[in-house]
């Protein structure tokens, strides 16, 4: 951007009126910006805790334990080795619930 260096400069209030005017213009673009959203259809999109999904199908692939896995005897989860706590009677325990 070329500047003029011959153009009279500007005085402090006149740099303060300036200000004060781009502040304006700020707040009332700030308005603008609102967006005017239908509740109603907002509200569509959002499941609430217990709702009927007898009509949904769900399809998930199950693997069988690994080697390297085991399940835990009280709180029947599949874990791997890394996790095994200890084991009671042949009954092995995930770190989470020893802890």
């Not at 009126?17 to 005017?36: H, P, T, W």
Request: aromatic letters at 6%; proline letters at 4%.
């Amino acid at each position: 951007m070329a500047t003029d260096y011959d153009a009279p400069r500007k005085t402090e209030e006149d740099l303060s009126e300036d200000s004060l005017q781009e502040l304006q213009a700020r707040r009332s673009d700030k308005n603008s910006g609102v967006v005017d959203e239908d509740e109603t259809e907002a509200a569509e999109g959002f499941e609430l805790p217990g709702a009927d999904l007898s009509g949904e199908e769900l399809s998930v692939r199950v693997l069988p334990r690994q080697a390297d896995e085991f399940t835990c005897s009280k709180c029947f989860l599949v874990h791997h080795r890394s996790q095994l706590a200890y084991e009671r009677e042949g009954s092995p325990v995930c770190s989470e619930c020893a802890a």
